[in-house]
């Protein structure tokens, strides 16, 4: 029997996928509404009437039945869901997580980090692969700082256990422990480091895409400014025309009173 490769995506696996997000949709209708249908139809079908309304009260006890029955098998599955998917993203992660796994780890992502894979994705397709990337790293680095403390936990309770033997000699343990515990905050302090770089990484790649969206919505804004100064709206082109229609008319009006001269000159 061939095993499944750990850390690696299976057919099996796209395909439950795709099963637990369409389930919901369909579980609810096939539940919920088939005795409903059942009895009302019986109910438009029916002659007597003590007979139609003894349909028409199962139908609304189906209802309320089925859509209980709905709702409870809907909050079963959203529970397995989730289940179902933190082992698949524990196993994606057991190798390390790839850009292209990053998608299995939303839940594990901020607010802010989805809203900017959200945005470079669409303004910023090489912004976003590298933004991808760099979240992969930060998520292995979360798990490995994760899973070393759990590791310290347990050595440092052996290590409390062994010490507390009164009768054996446990020197060659205790330096097994030890050199464990060593190791595991080694492994620790690493992983912190590139947890650092990698959120260092992030804040990089967010000011560049925030800076990128606002200059091409700034530069939007602009050429709309421009053009609306270009072309003034037809309200104030008129306004403008009056304007000077009104000038020109009071211009030759002021200029024939002067060219006529003061009344009551000499005969």
Same mark, same amino acid.
């Given at each position: 029997?061939?095993?499944?490769?750990?850390?690696?995506?299976?057919?099996?696996?796209?395909?439950?996928?795709?099963?637990?997000?369409?389930?919901?949709?369909?579980?609810?209708?096939?539940?919920?509404?088939?005795?409903?249908?059942?009895?009302?139809?019986?109910?438009?079908?029916?002659?007597? =009437?003590? =007979?139609?309304?003894?349909?028409?009260?199962?139908?609304?006890?189906?209802?309320?039945?089925?859509?209980?029955?709905?709702?409870?098998?809907?909050?079963?599955?959203?529970?397995?869901? @989730?289940?179902?998917?933190?082992?698949?993203?524990?196993?994606?992660?057991?190798?390390?997580?790839?850009?292209?796994?990053?998608?299995?780890?939303?839940?594990?992502?901020?607010?802010?980090?989805?809203?900017?894979?959200?945005? =470079? @994705?669409?303004?910023?397709?090489?912004?976003?692969?590298?933004?991808?990337?760099?979240?992969?790293?930060?998520?292995?680095?979360?798990?490995?700082?994760?899973?070393?403390?759990?590791?310290?936990? =347990?050595?440092?309770?052996?290590?409390?256990?062994?010490?507390?033997?009164?009768?054996?000699?446990?020197?060659?343990?205790?330096?097994?422990?030890?050199?464990?515990?060593?190791?595991?905050?080694?492994?620790?302090?690493?992983?912190?480091?590139?947890?650092?770089?990698?959120?260092?990484?992030?804040?990089?790649?967010?000011?560049?895409?925030?800076?990128?969206?606002?200059?091409?919505?700034?530069?939007?804004?602009?050429?709309?400014?421009?053009?609306?100064?270009?072309?003034?709206?037809?309200?104030?082109?008129?306004?403008?025309?009056?304007?000077?229609?009104?000038?020109?008319?009071?211009?030759?009006?002021?200029?024939?009173?002067?060219?006529?001269?003061?009344?009551?000159?000499? @005969?």
């Amino acid at each position: 029997m061939i095993q499944e490769t750990t850390g690696k995506l299976t057919a099996k696996d796209k395909k439950l996928a795709k099963f637990f997000k369409l389930i919901p949709w369909i579980a609810f209708p096939l539940i919920a509404l088939p005795f409903p249908i059942l009895f009302s139809f019986l109910f438009l079908t029916s002659a007597a =009437t003590d =007979t139609a309304a003894v349909y028409l009260l199962l139908a609304g006890v189906g209802l309320a039945l089925g859509a209980l029955a709905g709702v409870l098998v809907l909050i079963l599955l959203y529970i397995y869901r @989730g289940r179902w998917l933190r082992r698949l993203s524990d196993k994606l992660a057991a190798d390390g997580i790839t850009a292209s796994e990053v998608v299995w780890f939303t839940q594990e992502l901020s607010t802010a980090e989805r809203k900017t894979l959200d945005e =470079t @994705g669409i303004h910023s397709p090489l912004l976003a692969d590298a933004y991808r990337e760099t979240l992969a790293s930060r998520l292995t680095a979360s798990r490995v700082i994760a899973r070393t403390d759990k590791e310290l936990v =347990t050595v440092r309770s052996r290590i409390n256990r062994a010490r507390g033997l009164a009768g054996p000699d446990t020197t060659t343990l205790l330096i097994d422990l030890e050199s464990d515990q060593q190791q595991l905050q080694s492994l620790k302090n690493e992983a912190h480091g590139r947890l650092a770089e990698a959120r260092a990484r992030l804040q990089t790649i967010e000011a560049a895409a925030s800076r990128s969206l606002n200059q091409a919505e700034t530069q939007a804004m602009l050429r709309r400014l421009s053009a609306t100064q270009e072309h003034l709206p037809l309200v104030i082109e008129m306004d403008q025309l009056e304007r000077k229609t009104l000038q020109e008319a009071e211009r030759d009006l002021k200029e024939r009173e002067s060219s006529l001269g003061p009344p009551g000159g000499r @005969g």
